[in-house]
T-cell receptor, first 115, second 115 residues
Framework: SQTIHQWPATLVQPVGSPLSLECTVEGTSNPNLYWYRQAAGRGLQLLFY??????ISSEVPQNLSASRPQDRQFILSSKKLLLSDSGFYLC??????????????FGNGTRLTVT | AQKITQTQPGMFVQEKEAVTLDCTYDTSDPSYGLFWYKQPSSGEMIFLIY??????QNATEGRYSLNFQKARKSANLVISASQLGDSAMYFC????????????FGKGNQVVVIP
């Protein structure tokens, strides 16, 4: 069966510090990978998605970036965090593109607080 | 682009009773999928149920059923025989057949089950 791992679970970082969140998927090949952010009490906002190694699409201009160095690894980064980057970050995967009937499966999320 | 609307305020429901969560959507895609997710206080997003735009029958998964009215563009979730563990945020989401396979979310409905 497929599993998705996301870490760390919680993170407190000062403004201006770098960020690296990692997500890995097991039990499937060539997944679509996604990073979402959820601000407190709000819905989910898509930040990045990837349909293959090295292929990253950005949905929202910001100081975050994403990379996919391996098929089942997705990394969210920032060189300098802002207070507004605080939130709950969720990684997700789905089967490869072309199937609107496939759900996204989410990791447990990372709660980031920028101080 | 897809738009999902969930406007109900927080809901209290008696244990063992049924609750209906409203969701309306708007899209220009000819084919699409509708999804419901549950987010308990721990934060993980749990996939509950899926309805395809061309499905003739309403989807059911255990105590969850989806009341799909395509002409009205609504996809309401019905939870039967509520349990205390059903207390959570519930998100309606849509994925279209065109574009980048993104899953667009509504802002969610808060449900609290009381004994």
């Amino acid at each position: 069966s497929q599993t998705i791992h996301q870490w760390p679970a919680t993170l407190v970082q000062p403004v201006g510090s770098p960020l690296s969140l990692e997500c890995t998927v097991e039990g499937t090949s060539n997944p679509n990978l996604y990073w979402y952010r959820q601000a407190a009490g709000r819905g989910l906002q898509l930040l990045f998605y990837s349909v293959g190694i090295g292929q990253i699409s950005s949905e929202v201009p910001q100081n975050l970036s994403a990379s996919r160095p391996q098929d089942r690894q997705f990394i969210l980064s920032s060189k300098k965090l802002l207070l507004s980057d605080s939130g709950f970050y969720l990684c997700a995967w789905s089967v490869l593109s072309g199937t609107y009937n496939s759900p996204l499966h989410f990791g447990n999320g990372t709660r980031l607080t920028v101080t | 682009a897809q738009k999902i609307t969930q406007t109900q305020p927080g809901m209290f429901v008696q244990e063992k009773e049924a609750v209906t969560l409203d969701c309306t959507y708007d899209t220009s895609d000819p084919s699409y999928g509708l999804f419901w997710y549950k987010q308990p206080s721990s934060g993980e997003m749990i996939f509950l149920i899926y309805q395809g735009s061309y499905d003739q029958q309403n989807a059911t998964e255990g105590r969850y059923s989806l009341n799909f009215q395509k002409a009205r563009k609504s996809a309401n979730l019905v939870i039967s025989a509520s349990q205390l563990g059903d207390s959570a945020m519930y998100f309606c989401a849509m994925r279209g057949s065109y574009g980048n396979n993104r899953l667009a979310f509504g802002k969610g409905n808060q449900v609290v089950v009381i004994p």
